[in-house]
């Protein structure tokens, strides 16, 4: 098309879009954003939190943040500053602050949440009545709209990572909440019902059925269990990209832990260099043990433990332990999602 024809179109349509507006309707602009381009173009950034900042700011907000007054939960939220709010385009990151003798009060809602316990020992969750005793690297599951609470009984505090999929469920307008009557709700008598019924992953019980809606039946993944996992599974050659991973799964049919997140733990052996990919989808790792880096973009994150990154969607990145000791890595992502709605795409270098 010539300029000419070009530059009556554009008139054309920008006169088009008073005369449409009263009646909630439009041409695209000449100056819109492409609707369609080539691949991903994500305003979630690739981000790394250092332990070393993030240590005081905890201490901070243990201090200065009343778990009774400002609200029911003391959390530090991981912000990604390409997006208004959230750590990813998908969902919410942030490290809970639980003080010895405090409770965190029961409640619900639609995002699925889960937490994994960074440091410490002595804190309850109960989720829809089922108690569980937290500890350093155990994985708690608090599927969509289980009531869940927190008590903390130890005498030291204590720390865990939050990540509840707040922005798909805000892109879907399903907000739900729900305050319980009381502060704590009803224990059963028997502690980690789950875990004793489905922990093994190999043998449950006869007829065993999902909790409502589809959802996994076992709600807590303790982490003597992901270790001796990871060591067996170190036995046999790395992957190329992530040397040694494992996903936690839905022990009824195999399915990822939550319809909307995966989590992973993942080795990287002292020397392993992996190889660079790329795919949609975000994650975010948290550095249990080990010194290494992952490149992503054009940005070089070299991590220690108690670090945690994001890798935005379609960043290609890729991951080396630099120090003279095995790497533990967790991770959390969306992937369940785009797998299932059939946006997943990866690339290998
Ligand atoms: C929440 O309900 C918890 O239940 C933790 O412990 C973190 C972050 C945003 C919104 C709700 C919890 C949260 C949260």
């Given amino acids: 098309m010539s300029d000419e024809l070009i530059g009556q179109d554009a008139d054309r349509r920008r006169a088009l879009k008073q005369d449409l507006a009263k009646y909630h309707c439009r041409v695209h602009q000449p100056d819109d954003p492409p609707l369609f381009t080539r691949s991903p173009q994500p305003a979630t950034q690739s981000v790394h939190w250092r332990w070393e900042d993030l240590c005081p700011l905890l201490e901070r907000i243990g201090q200065e943040v009343d778990l009774t007054a400002g609200g029911p939960r003391r959390t530090l939220r991981l912000h990604n500053?390409?997006?208004?709010?959230?750590?990813?385009?998908?969902?919410?990151?942030?490290?809970q602050v639980i003080l010895p003798g405090e409770v965190a009060t029961a409640h619900r809602h639609t995002a699925n949440a889960l937490r994994f316990i960074m440091q410490g020992e002595g804190a309850w969750t109960t989720v829809d009545g089922e108690c569980y005793p937290m500890r350093t690297g155990d994985l708690v599951l608090t599927p969509s709209w289980a009531w869940h609470d927190h008590v903390h009984r130890g005498d030291q505090p204590m720390i865990w990572l939050d990540v509840l999929d707040i922005s798909l469920m805000q892109a879907?307008?399903?907000t739900f909440f729900e305050p319980y009557t009381d502060g704590l709700q009803p224990v059963d008598t028997m502690p980690d019902r789950s875990w004793r019924q489905?922990?093994?992953?190999?043998?449950?019980?006869p007829g065993a059925q999902p909790r409502a809606g589809g959802a996994n039946p076992l709600l807590?993944?303790?982490?003597?269990?992901?270790e001796k996992a990871i060591a067996a599974a170190a036995g046999m050659p790395g992957d190329a990209y992530d040397d040694v991973a494992l996903e936690y799964r839905n022990p009824l049919g195999g399915g990822p832990a939550m319809p909307t997140l995966a989590m992973r733990m993942q080795l990287l052996r002292s020397g392993f260099v992996g190889r660079k990919r790329r795919h949609t989808g975000s994650k975010l790792y948290y550095?249990?043990?080990?010194?290494?880096a992952t490149s992503v973009g054009d940005q070089r994150f070299a991590w220690c433990a108690g670090d945690l990154f994001t890798v935005a969607p379609w960043d290609w990145h890729a991951h080396e332990n630099t120090g003279g000791q095995d790497a533990l890595l967790w991770q959390v992502n969306d992937l369940p999602v785009l797998k299932s709605l059939g946006y997943f795409r990866e690339e290998l270098a």
């Fill in 220 to 226: 807590a993944y303790p982490f003597d269990m992901a």
């Fill in 81 to 95: 500053p390409g997006l208004p709010r959230g750590t990813t385009n998908t969902f919410w990151a942030s490290i």
């Fill in 172 to 174: 879907l307008e399903a």
């Fill in 287 to 292: 550095v249990m043990r080990g010194e290494g």
């Fill in 198 to 205: 489905f922990g093994s992953g190999l043998m449950m019980p």
